[in-house]
């Protein structure tokens, strides 16, 4: 089994971004060998486990886990969002999210009226109670991110979305293209 703690490549062959100590991107393509492909696939698991362990915790005092917090999180992302944007967004079956979705109505977590427009939609909001829930799972990742943030700098930071947005598929991209319109929309008009 490899080393985890030594150099992919030697340091001399290695070229890195000014104040960043990361490698520029495209620098001899030793990225794409296997070991370094595993390596990523080992940082994603510890960091998505880290990421959300707080929330984790916090949820599992009220007797939920991490598909609620997804919930929580796209509901409060996309207020008015309908049970069909919801279940495309997870990419659960509707079975699925009734059984997740059911206890956050019911305890007041989450309110769904009908559609304006269609009466058989439901769309969903956060109620104060499901807002002051959800700021608290965020404010329990906050941290970390920012941390990440500042340690990487600017330029591994737009690599790293980057990244990110390679290993989503079109519908993923979509929604996230749709969500910075929405915020820039939101933005200009506050």
């Known amino acids: ?46 960091a998505m486990r880290d990421l959300n362990e707080a929330p984790d915790a916090l949820l ?12 929580l999180h796209w509901i409060g992302r996309r207020p008015g969002l309908t049970v069909g944007d919801l279940l495309g967004i997870l990419g659960i079956t509707k079975q699925s999210l009734t059984r997740v979705l059911g206890p ?8 769904q009226t009908p559609g304006s427009q269609d009466r058989r939609q439901r769309l969903l909001t956060l109620t104060d109670k499901g807002a002051a829930l959800e700021r608290k799972l965020f404010e329990a990742q906050r941290e970390r991110l920012v941390t990440a943030y500042r340690e990487a700098g600017g330029p591994a930071v ?33």
């Open 158 to 190: 737009e690599g790293f979305k980057r990244v990110l947005r390679g290993l989503m598929n079109a519908q993923g991209r979509d929604c996230i293209d749709g969500q910075e319109t929405r915020g820039k929309g939101q933005r200009s008009a506050g």
């Open 104 to 111: 956050l109505i019911q305890e007041g977590y989450v309110a």
């Open 60 to 71: 599992a005092e009220l007797g939920y886990g991490r598909a609620h917090h997804r919930c």
């Open 1 to 46: 089994m490899p080393d985890p703690s030594a150099q992919p490549f030697p340091a001399s062959k290695r070229e890195t971004l000014p104040g960043t100590g990361h490698t520029a991107a495209g620098a001899g393509l030793l990225f794409l060998r296997e070991d370094e492909l595993r390596l990523a696939q080992d940082m994603i698991f510890f």
